[in-house]
């Protein structure tokens, strides 16, 4: 094996095991099914279809130049009772991008997600009652050259 790959993997290991160690990080939650996801992006999926147009602010970038790291902040500080939070990227292999399940928790969000190509991003925010969602138009350019 190569010793940088082994290096790699063993670092990555290892904060992982710290994180879950310092309570950072709950194991089902680390190492979800499969099955899991996929019933978790089934309902985020029925959740946007069912939704009305919301009244939170979704921050993300018109032109983001790395498809890699784009910031996304989801503010719905004035929406009561938020239970989760979702990003959704339409062309994505795996369109359920992010999902935070926000118990007692201030309705507020900031991540980074990674975008394959130019697509729709669309915010779920979801409360006991009822759904919010918003979109934006997110274009992503090769290496920064606008094109």
């Not at 994180?19 to 309902?43: M, Q, W, Y």
């Not at 991540?111 to 934006?136: G, N």
Request: charged share 20%; with cysteine.
């Amino acid at each position: 094996m190569n010793r940088r790959l082994f290096l790699k993997k063993s670092m990555a290991t290892a904060s992982i095991a710290a994180a879950v160690a310092a309570g950072l990080l709950i194991p089902n939650r680390v190492l979800a099914s499969t099955s899991e996801f996929k019933k978790i992006s089934d309902i985020v999926k029925s959740k946007m279809d069912n939704a009305q147009e919301g009244s939170f602010i979704l921050k993300a970038p018109e032109i983001a130049e790395n498809g890699a790291m784009v910031p996304i902040t989801v503010d719905a500080l004035n929406i009561l009772d938020v239970k989760s939070i979702a990003i959704y990227v339409h062309k994505n292999k795996t369109p359920l991008t992010a999902y935070f399940e926000l118990p007692e928790a201030s309705a507020f969000i900031t991540t980074r997600i990674k975008m394959a190509e130019t697509s729709i991003v669309t915010a779920i925010v979801s409360t006991t009652t009822a759904s919010f969602t918003q979109s934006r138009s997110v274009k992503v350019t090769l290496g920064g050259c606008g094109g």
